[in-house]
């Protein structure tokens, strides 16, 4: 409490649901230890206060805010810049606000990127095979293309509102990065195999293997890996999923959950707000201690 005075600067998260957050605890954490005078607050907002609450922004002078479910597209508007990512994915996880300007950002992707570069893994120039076009999975692939990854298989359910979504990020990738990105169905189970086999990542960014689809794989062949490939699934509750098992069991040597992508999309966030480096595995153990 001796942190907050007259000139903390106020951080929100909007989004509805949110009171389950892990985020408010991450950063009010991150400002502790690094002595930083900000405090951050989760705020029940949903699309039909969402445009008031961003002006809220502006009005209280609040320094940004993390947006999540519903809020994630419809922000667009209310927004007066956004980043190349968000602008091409669509949508907007991280507010700045720089007197009263307002740019939207997208960390999930940055945060994929990162959590690969923790592990001194690089996959620039390299070929990604991906499941999912949704949350997850749109900013995951802009990213991968923005910065280098040389070419991108994306799989998703030809049946799914998501393929949709799957079919821009194929034709804006193409369009603005030097990336080379085909989209397939994921009925077309030789075009999956073919691709995971000559891939150097394989990236589950699809809702299988969490919740009721805790039990089910997009992979079940250990065949179709080969050692010297990347698997991260994007799921990090359970913290190893189906497919991992499976890739693990194959003799996979890289093999990760999403954890690290959540703690570093929320780290990218920290420091578009702060200017500073979240302390990612001081706050990995405070949230985190009680696993093995
Ligand atoms: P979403 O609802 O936006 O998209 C779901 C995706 O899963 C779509 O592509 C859909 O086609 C696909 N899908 C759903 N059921 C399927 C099935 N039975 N078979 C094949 N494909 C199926 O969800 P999202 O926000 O993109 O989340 C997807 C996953 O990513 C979730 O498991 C979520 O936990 C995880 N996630 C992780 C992070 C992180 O930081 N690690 C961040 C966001 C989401």
Known sequence: MERIDGHTLLIGLMAYPIRHSMSPTMHNNAFAKLGLNYAYLAFEIDNDKLEKAVDAIRTLDMRGSNISM?????????????SPASRMTGAVNTVVNDNGVLTGYTTD??????????ENLNII???????????AGTPVAIQAALDGVAEIDIFNRDT???????????????????CKATLHSLTDQEAFKQSIASCDIYCDATSV?????????LVNDPSWFHKDMIVFDTVY???????????????????????????????????????????VDYICDLLFKDED
Do not use: C
Request: aromatic share 6%; charged share 25%; glycine share 14%.
């Open 70 to 82: 519903p809020n994630k597209q419809n922000i667009l508007p209310y927004l007066d810049k956004l």
């Open 125 to 135: 120039g390299k070929k990604m095979t991906i499941a999912g076009a949704g949350g």
């Open 209 to 217: 293997g969490m919740g009721e689809l805790a039990d089910l794989s």
């Open 160 to 178: 799914d509102p998501q393929w949709e979504q799957a079919k821009k990020n194929v034709d804006i990738i193409n369009k603005e990065t030097d």
């Open 237 to 279: 509750a359970p913290r190893e999923t189906k497919l991992m098992k499976i890739a693990k069991g194959a003799g996979v040597e890289h093999v990760f959950n999403g954890l690290g992508m959540m703690l570093e999309q929320g780290a990218e966030a920290f420091k578009l707000w702060t200017g500073q480096e979240m302390p």
């Open 109 to 118: 992707g940055t945060g994929f990127m990162k959590s690969l570069e923790d």
